[in-house]
């Protein structure tokens, strides 16, 4: 593995963590919306968009993780 990978490595990891604790974060304002003001208002339904959001934004970083660690593997 080369200097660079691991770099990048450790830098989509630190990301990684950053996105799933804003993750978790998200998920407690929806959970917050849902029980002030229901599961169709309008303010739960922005929050739902907004972990999804945040959902598709760590699955992809997450394939970009798993790319390079599968590459260095499959290297050997």
Do not use: H, N
């Not at 490595?9 to 849902?34: C, D, P, Y």
């Amino acid at each position: 593995m080369t200097d660079k990978d691991k770099i990048r490595l450790v830098e989509l990891g630190k990301q990684l963590s950053t996105l799933g604790v804003e993750f978790r974060i998200a998920q407690m304002g929806l959970e917050k919306m849902v029980d002030k003001y229901g599961m169709s208002s309008p303010e739960a339904v922005e929050a739902s968009g907004v972990c999804s959001q945040m959902a598709l934004r760590f699955a992809r970083m997450e394939e970009e993780f798993i790319a390079v660690i599968t590459e260095e593997i499959s290297g050997y």
